[in-house]
């Protein structure tokens, strides 16, 4: 018996029948919402944020209380039943009132709750419904800080469910969910548990029917539970040789109850629910074990928001996500850092992906009573409403809870003390209540790389370690990874491991063959993650990994190449796949797969004797490729990677690329880059100075180049040095540029460079200088009014002329003074010449630096 959902935008039309007593309706359409401090009243539907803009937006966001209104008629019929309202997901705070009276409120942005109404309602008649949601900071709430954004709002649907008045229990911590549990599984047989609470009215004995069917939809149990004697009912039955559940095979049972009137027999209300059958364990030294077969678990990790959307995305992007997640060959997903929508589970199980699902207790813990039981209310409710999805096998709990101690340099030693006791106590209260609820899953935390974890023993107190390890990016040398994992292995045998976060932040506006830690390139994204798989693959200890992240998302702290958002996807913001996505299709999926890398490398630049790269990602053992049609090249597959220098003359070429049964086209054009000057009366020369990458605009399609000394004939820097604020960093400043979308054209550049100079026809020209001034403690005073403190301030200081061909262009200019730290500034000038550019920078005091310079012929 299924479960009658009915939605409607607007007036509700039922008729309740024998067969289906439980009505589940949305009421998303048609909300009033005004945030605190704010005449504006707008109509908005749910799911919905008020920070879907402002939290990219200067990073700072609305965090405070936003209120929902709406006129909702409840039907006189609905006077004889129980009428409630549920919420998917508030953040983080919510009240509620019907007809302005209290009806409750639930704490927590990431599990749902259900209020009875009944009591509040006028049948018959409009009821007014007032929601208060409120996302401010607040000390006893989780979580405190973290890097991605506490979107306000409801974010999730809200449905109105009416019952009879006998029903299975809705309030509460499971938010309706009756479990089903699978105490022992194997292939010959499972033994099951179905158990729940009945809300009685006291006038009657109701009876129970539960029926189970099997994946096939076929009716394979019938069972009628006697409850006379209370309100709590508990079930076992078993099933023989059940179909298991697995990633290549997920097999899915069904409940379904049905409270029945004893004397007419209707059905007073339903409950139906899936689960699977399987059985698994973390070995700490053959990995994990599904089923009793050994299995790697390779995935990522996932956050819940969208593009323009904030948090506040239809279930159709969900599925899309886990289905794109799915089709990358992954058979494991972490929900970081908070339970996600009940449909995620659903499609998790649906689709085979095995689930850690977490709760937010990230970065820090409050002392007091208040937030340590808040943690624990969110783990409860998490176990209690998703128990019965067999995709889910880790619960955890604590997210690196000592990132914030390490990084606090001003923190007491009496105070990091206090702070570690803390943290450890609610670890252990975390993981009583976990085994408390469920014993059959896994307890996991994840911890960031430092000894902290082990000498506070924090590391002792879960099942399951997972590291969040960034070798390459945040600590020097990829290859550390292995040696690393090998010494906590050794030191911990018996602490079953697993990678929980990796991977360097990419933009697909940044391209090259060269790729280097920090310079945000796709091509230094692939280095690393192809590093990552390939020594966890060798090494059998380790359960598995989950990338950082499926997809960019947004973090309003952040100040990379995209500011406001954590770059690490797989796929960008909107879902667009980056080369790293193919690259894992190729990786981990079975059928024959063939990918050209290079998707925003199309246009390559090289020197006329300078082959072109190319790579091929495939799982096959060769690669044949053709090009423009008629010659043929073959190379060999490694750590599915095939790799082609090809031998390619000026313009565009057709190139396919056959894998088996799979084949792959792309075209690319090469450009000499000895013969742009030669063209320049058609096509402006455009140079990302300071750095070895091209940047592709993503609104003109501009590329600018990569940056190169000069030589005769040509053009290029004269002296200088690449800037790096952080030598074993960043390539340039990884800190947000403002007035413009270029980020990475200004965030890199040459420091000390003595002049550009263009070897260049007779002509008219104009000349476009970019900059940025990339230090924050650089000096807004004028250099000729430094006086006798000149050597004691000249250092923040930086002041230079500019030169054309002899003639002064700027005199002193500071660009911290004159335009402000951190802010792109284009500087254009027109010329005319009879051979040549020279662009000479003399330093006044500091540096000279220069960003980017476009040339143009007029």
């Known amino acids: 018996m299924k479960i009658f959902k009915i939605i409607l935008a607007g007036v509700l039309f039922v008729s309740f029948s024998t067969e289906a007593q439980r009505l589940v309706k949305t009421v998303n359409s048609g909300w009033k919402f005004q945030k605190e401090n704010s005449e504006k009243i707008e109509t908005v539907n749910i799911p919905h944020t008020w920070n879907s803009q402002d939290a990219f937006n200067e990073g700072d966001y609305f965090r405070g209380t936003g209120t929902y209104e709406k006129q909702v008629f409840i039907p006189k019929e609905w006077e004889a039943k129980s009428v409630f309202l549920k919420f998917e997901g508030a953040n983080q705070h919510t009240q509620i009132f019907i007809n302005d009276k209290p009806v409750g409120e639930h704490t927590g942005g990431y599990t749902a709750f259900i209020f009875e109404l009944s009591e509040y309602l006028n049948f018959g008649e409009a009821n007014q419904v007032r929601i208060l949601v409120d996302n401010s900071h607040n000390q006893n709430i989780p979580p405190l800080e973290a890097d991605f954004n506490f979107y306000g709002g409801i974010y999730r649907d809200v449905e109105l469910i009416v019952t009879g ?52 939809g076929k009716l394979i149990k019938t069972l009628t539970p006697d409850i006379k004697n209370g309100s709590n009912f508990s079930v076992d039955f078993e099933i023989k040789a059940p179909l298991l559940w697995s990633p290549e095979q997920p097999h899915l049972y069904e409940i379904t109850a049905n409270l029945k009137d004893p004397d007419s027999g209707e059905i007073m209300d339903s409950y139906s629910t899936s689960f699977g059958c399987r059985w698994f364990k973390a070995d700490p030294e053959k990995g994990f074990i599904l089923n009793g077969k050994p299995i790697k678990l390779i995935g990522a990790n996932r956050h819940q928001d969208f593009e323009n959307m904030g948090n506040a995305v239809p279930n159709s992007i969900h599925r899309k996500d886990y289905q794109m997640i799915k089709d990358m060959g992954s058979n494991f997903i972490r929900t970081a850092h908070y339970p996600q929508d009940p449909d995620v589970y659903r499609i998790c199980d649906e689709l085979g992906l095995l689930v850690w699902t977490e709760v937010p207790v990230i970065n820090d813990v409050t002392d007091t009573e208040a937030y340590h039981q808040n943690a624990i209310d969110m783990q409860r409710e998490q176990i209690l409403q998703l128990y019965n999805h067999p995709s889910i096998v880790f619960w955890g709990y604590m997210n690196e809870i000592f990132i914030r101690l390490v990084f606090t340099r001003d923190m007491s030693e009496a105070d990091k003390n206090a702070k570690i006791k803390t943290s450890v106590e609610l670890a252990e209260k975390l993981e009583a209540a976990t085994k408390e609820l469920d014993t059959s899953r896994l307890s996991v935390m994840a911890l960031h790389e ?6 506070s023993k924090i590391a002792d107190i879960p099942d399951v370690i997972g590291w969040n390890l960034y070798f390459g990016w945040y600590t020097p ?60 693959m060798e090494r059998d200890y380790m359960l598995g990994m989950a990338a950082w992240n499926f997809a960019d998302f947004g973090s309003s702290g952040r ?41 925003n490398f199309t246009t390559r630049f090289i020197d006329q004797n300078e082959k072109v790269k190319l790579k091929v990602f495939s799982n096959s053992k060769k690669v044949k490729l053709q090009i423009d049609d008629n010659i043929e090249k073959e190379a060999i597959v490694k750590d599915n990677i095939a790799e082609f220098d090809l031998n390619l003359e000026e313009g565009k070429h057709s190139i396919k690329a056959i894998s ?40 003109t399609g501009e590329i600018w180049i990569s940056d190169q000394a000069f030589s005769e004939n040509s053009f290029g820097y004269v002296s200088g040095e690449v800037f790096q604020q952080s030598k074993s960093k960043f390539q340039g400043t990884a800190s947000n540029i403002k007035v413009t979308t270029k980020e990475p054209l200004y965030q890199t550049m040459r420091e000390g460079l003595k002049s550009y100079k263009f070897d260049v026809p007779a002509g008219r020209y104009r000349i476009s200088l970019l900059m940025a001034e990339p230090n924050r403690r650089a000096s807004t005073e004028n250099i000729y009014n430094l006086g006798s403190d000149q050597n004691k301030t000249s250092d923040e200081v930086r002041s230079f002329d500019i030169l054309i061909n002899g003639e002064l262009a700027e005199q002193d200019l500071n660009l911290a003074r004159d335009y402000g730290i951190l802010q792109a500034v284009e500087l254009n000038y027109e010329i005319s010449t009879k051979d040549e550019i020279n662009i000479q920078f003399n330093p006044e005091s500091g540096k000279p630096i220069l960003s980017g310079i476009k040339l143009e012929k007029l």
């Open 477 to 536: 040398g990829l290859e550390n990874l292995g040696k690393f994992l090998d010494e906590q292995h050794n030191r911990y045998p018996e602490r079953p491991l697993l990678i929980s976060e990796y991977g360097p932040g990419s933009d697909s506006r940044i391209q090259t063959n060269e790729p280097k830690p920090w310079d945000f390139s796709e091509a230094y994204q692939l280095k690393s993650h192809v590093s990552y798989l390939n020594q966890i």
């Open 660 to 699: 088996g049964s799979a084949d792959y086209h792309r075209n690319i054009e090469v450009k000499f880059r000895n013969n742009l000057i030669k063209n320049i009366q058609n096509k402006p020369i455009r140079i990302n100075v300071g750095s070895h990458s091209d940047f592709v605009d993503e609104e």
């Open 165 to 216: 008045k006998d029903h299975f229990k809705l309030e509460g911590e499971a938010a309706g969910n009756l479990l089903v549990k699978t105490p022992e599984v194997s292939e010959k047989l499972a033994k099951l548990n179905f158990s729940g609470e009945i809300v009685r009215s006291g006038k009657k004995n109701p009876k129970l029917e539960i029926k189970v069917t099997d994946p096939n």
């Open 450 to 455: 430092n000894e902290i974890y082990n000498t």
């Open 559 to 599: 100040q990379d190449s995209r500011p406001y958002i954590n770059q690490k996807g797989l796929v960008n913001f909107n879902r667009e796949p980056k080369d790293i996505y193919h690259y894992y299709k190729a990786r981990l999926n079975k059928e024959d797969y063939v990918y050209i890398a290079g998707k």
